[in-house]
């Protein structure tokens, strides 16, 4: 069974508007990790927020900010405000058990963000 | 900042070949780990290694294998490679003593087996 799903093969959005990107994700341990990542067209990983399972808030780092609704499984990436660099694939990851368990992540399959000018 | 660095950006190899993808992080990271990605698929784990000289298999760890002689370096090998692992193959490491433990990506190392 799929664990981490993103449902938004490809996505537009004007400039500076804001943009929601969907993941939801499963799992019965009560502990875990949910990351974003960015993947410009060159290619390399970015890693942009993190949220734990027993984080009370979101996280918030910069434009980005991550909508954590533990009971409906899902952490959404909202972006603020967005630029023409925000163009590139973003992806969604979990982490089954704390770090020092393992620290391997699950990705999703990804959204390709498109910025309009 | 941390520096994971693959050694080949890209590479053309032929049906039934070995191929070596090395990768090398100078942080001092614990955890190092082998995913490949391809369209429509996101990114899907290989094999994993929590220290020198261990080894876990991810999801798809046929047809591959893997060699961690020190802490630093990672190596994926396909002894016979098919023409159905032509791919973008990404290296990651982090730090176990981390609560969040992101991963730190190399550039990836693009694979076409012909």
């Known amino acids: 069974a799929q664990k981490i799903t993103q449902t938004q093969p490809g996505m537009f959005v004007q400039e500076k508007e804001a943009v929601t990107l969907d993941c939801t994700y499963d799992t019965s341990d009560p502990s875990y990790g949910l990351f974003w990542y960015k993947q410009p067209s060159s290619g390399e990983m970015i890693f942009l927020i993190y949220?734990?399972?027993?984080?009370?808030q979101n996280a918030t780092e910069g434009r980005y900010s991550l909508n954590f609704q533990k009971a409906r499984k899902s952490a959404n990436l909202v972006i603020s405000a967005s630029q023409l660099g925000d163009s590139a694939m973003y992806f969604c990851?979990?982490?089954?058990?704390?770090?020092?368990?393992?620290?391997?992540?699950?990705f999703g399959q990804g959204t390709e963000l498109s910025v309009k000018p | 900042d941390v520096k994971v660095t693959q050694s080949s950006r890209y590479l053309v190899k032929r049906t039934g070949e070995k191929v070596f993808l090395e990768c090398v992080q100078d942080m001092d990271h614990e955890n190092m780990f082998w995913y490949r990605q391809d369209p429509g698929l996101g990114l899907r784990l290989i094999y994993f290694?929590?220290?020198?000289?261990?080894?876990e298999k991810g999801d798809i760890p046929e047809g591959y294998s893997v060699s961690r002689e020190k802490k630093e370096r990672f190596s994926l090998i396909l002894e016979s490679a098919s023409t159905n692992q032509t791919s973008m193959y990404l290296c990651?490491?982090?730090?176990?003593?981390?609560?969040?433990?992101?991963?730190?990506f190399g550039e990836g190392s693009r694979l076409t087996v012909l």
């Open positions: 949220q734990g399972s027993y984080d009370q």
């Open positions: 990651a490491s982090s730090f176990r003593r981390r609560v969040a433990g992101e991963l730190f």
């Open positions: 990851a979990m982490r089954e058990g704390r770090n020092n368990q393992g620290g391997k992540l699950i």
């Open positions: 290694s929590y220290d020198v000289k261990m080894k």
